[in-house]
Nanobody, 117 residues
């Protein structure tokens, strides 16, 4: 059973920073593509950024230059460093991991990020 547990959400003013972390209870974590999605109010879930097992990194255009995704395979964690936050970054952020063999998708419970003055 794969479990993903996020932490680090909260309320931050525009221009501020937050760091989200996700701890994964899974064997062979280094074989998974991991990343972060978000769901903004009234919208569907969208990919923010991801890292493949061979360290290919993807960012949505809306966060390029402001967000940094990283992974630590020794600790089974994936982190999203968010800077220069905007009101439109307000969303529930979900950690995501995809099984490398069967393609199953695993999700965390979500953590709320609110950008407001």
């Amino acid at each position: 059973q794969v479990q993903l547990v996020e932490s680090g959400g909260g309320l931050v003013p525009p221009g501020g920073s937050l760091r989200l972390s996700c701890a994964a209870s899974v064997s062979q974590f280094s074989d998974y593509t991991v990343g972060w999605y978000r769901q903004r109010p009234g919208n569907g879930r969208e990919l923010v950024g991801s890292i493949t097992p061979d360290w290919q990194i993807y960012y949505d255009d809306s966060v390029k230059g402001r967000f940094t995704i990283s992974r630590n395979n020794a600790e089974n964690t994936v982190t999203l460093q968010m800077s220069l936050l905007k009101r439109e970054d307000t969303a529930v952020y979900y950690c995501h991991a995809q099984d490398p063999v069967l393609g199953y998708e695993h999700w965390g419970q979500g953590t709320q990020v609110a950008v407001s003055s």
